[in-house]
């Protein structure tokens, strides 16, 4: 006789990246608070928000209970039941034995955090930010000259898309995007692309290859003649000193509906939301390479003393690929 788990095992870890996507998609829409929700993982993964009871139906199911909400309010966990608990926005503990494949457990580990950004963006009426670099052992985002291809490993690639899935914007300065010339769509994981988000720019910006990518919604922030595209908005917020404050951009986009929001560099982009405490979550990809003299994933004025330094409330580091992980959220 084949068992519940026998049909779906082969295929935990897409099982649960559904989940995850359904998931995600659930609390965007859920206007109200959220203590808890439930998720099944399996051949037809559900998600019910702030209801006692589970989806039903063959597969894994979590509970999950939210920050500050204790995991012994709940019903008792029922058979097959896992409970975890999201202390903060990143660390998610495991309450029960879960008899999840190793490898979907780490999905949700890495990823239901993230599903959670539009509880907090509403908290704070600013879009929820994430931000992530590949950097070398010495700190570079790219070299010199401006190269940065590819300084992240193949799972780094892979980890960066599911982050694009789950926000509902991803976020670049001209300068990458003149560099690079990125798509900045999801395609080493499944998922909807998000709006693509580009500040700075003036007249000099090329949109197109952003338009040519995919069809998706297109911002651009900040001065400039209007885009020919009709995908391309044009996004005109006050300046100072020529620079565009960054709360101002994430209560923009927050209104826009745009609730949760990948920053995906350069540093001189990052930089900023970070001097204005503006980053929720930083994720720095670190690979075992050397580049000497390049761009610093992070541009700040000089500080005197080593107590001065950004410090992180709290942070993980995995093991992704060839490189490592720092995930943490930069004390305010
Ligand atoms: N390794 C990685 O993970 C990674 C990721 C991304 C990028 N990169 C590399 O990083 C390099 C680019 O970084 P970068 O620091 O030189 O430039 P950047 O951050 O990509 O772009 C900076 C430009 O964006 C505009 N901008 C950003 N924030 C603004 C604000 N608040 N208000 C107004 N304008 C704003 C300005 O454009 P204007 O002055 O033109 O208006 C500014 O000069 C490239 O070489 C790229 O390959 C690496």
Redesign the pocket.
């Known amino acids: 006789m084949t068992t519940r788990q026998e049909i779906v095992e082969p295929h935990a870890a897409a099982a649960c990246w559904r989940a995850l996507t359904l998931l995600a998609e659930a609390v965007r829409g859920h206007g109200a608070p959220i203590r808890r929700c439930s998720l099944l993982i399996g051949d037809a993964p559900a998600v019910c928000l702030d209801s006692l009871t589970p989806p039903a139906g063959d597969g894994w199911r979590i509970s999950l209970c939210l920050d500050g909400e204790s995991a012994s309010n709940g019903p008792p966990a029922g058979a097959g039941e896992s409970r975890y608990r999201l202390d903060d926005l990143i660390v998610l503990r495991r309450l029960t034995d879960s008899t999840l494949p190793s490898d979907a457990a780490a999905l949700l580990e890495i990823y239901l955090p993230y599903c959670m950004a539009p509880v907090h963006a509403r908290r704070v009426r600013r879009s929820f930010t994430v931000s992530?670099?590949?950097?070398s052992l010495d700190g570079?985002?790219?070299?010199d000259?401006?190269?940065?291809?590819w300084?992240?490993c193949t799972e780094n690639l892979v980890h960066a898309h599911r982050m694009r899935a789950l926000c509902d914007g991803i976020l670049?300065?001209?300068?990458?995007?003149?560099?690079?010339h990125p798509a900045l769509t999801v395609r080493h994981a499944e998922g909807s692309d998000p709006i693509r988000i580009?500040?700075?720019?003036?007249v000099?910006?090329d949109i197109d290859c952003l338009a040519r990518a995919g069809p998706g919604r297109i911002l651009l922030?900040?001065e400039g003649k209007e885009p020919a595209s009709p995908q391309v908005e044009r996004l005109a917020l006050p300046?100072e000193n020529?620079?565009?404050?960054?709360t101002a951009?994430l209560r923009e986009l927050y209104r826009r509906d745009i609730l949760s929001v990948y920053i995906?560099?350069?540093?001189?982009?990052?930089?900023?939301?970070l001097a204005e405490n503006n980053i929720d979550v930083l994720q720095l990809?670190i690979s075992p390479l050397i580049i000497g003299p390049g761009?610093s994933?992070f541009?700040k004025p000089a500080i005197r003393s080593v107590a001065e330094s950004v410090r992180f409330d709290s942070h993980v580091y995995r093991s992704v690929g060839d490189g490592m992980l720092f995930v943490g959220r930069a004390a305010s």
């Open positions: 992530h670099f590949a950097q570079r985002i790219a070299t000259l401006g190269d940065s291809r300084i992240g670049i300065g001209a300068r990458t995007l003149r560099t690079d580009v500040v700075g720019g003036g000099d910006v922030i900040g300046t020529g620079r565009i404050g960054t951009i995906e560099g350069g540093a001189a982009t990052t930089s900023a939301f990809h761009i994933s541009q």
